[in-house]
């Protein structure tokens, strides 16, 4: 589970410098559109103008989305597994 989670940050963290130096966005936005978009949240108050951009987020929500909903997944067996573990002591 943890290296899956690293991945996913590792993953918004990469989307972010990326984003960060072609969009020219600040840091705070850039992460902000990453986590926004890699959850598909996607609120739509930012958006990238660069075709570099339009074509990296592309690719970013086809292989992040995957990535994110099994990070998610796995984060939500592992806290129900340890509640039926506490409900059979």
């Given amino acids: 589970m943890k290296g ?9 963290l990469w989307a972010s410098v990326f984003y960060r130096y072609v969009e ?3 840091w705070l936005d850039s992460i902000y559109f990453s986590v926004v978009t890699i959850s598909t949240v ?25 990535i994110f909903v099994t990070a998610a997944t796995t984060v939500a067996d592992t806290i129900l597994s340890q509640d039926d573990k506490q409900e059979d002591n």
């Fill in 24 to 26: 020219g966005w600040s």
């Fill in 42 to 66: 996607g609120f739509g108050d930012f958006s990238p103008e660069t075709a570099a951009g339009k074509i990296f987020t592309i690719f970013y929500i086809i292989v992040g989305l995957g």
């Fill in 4 to 12: 899956l989670l690293a991945f996913t940050a590792g993953m918004i």
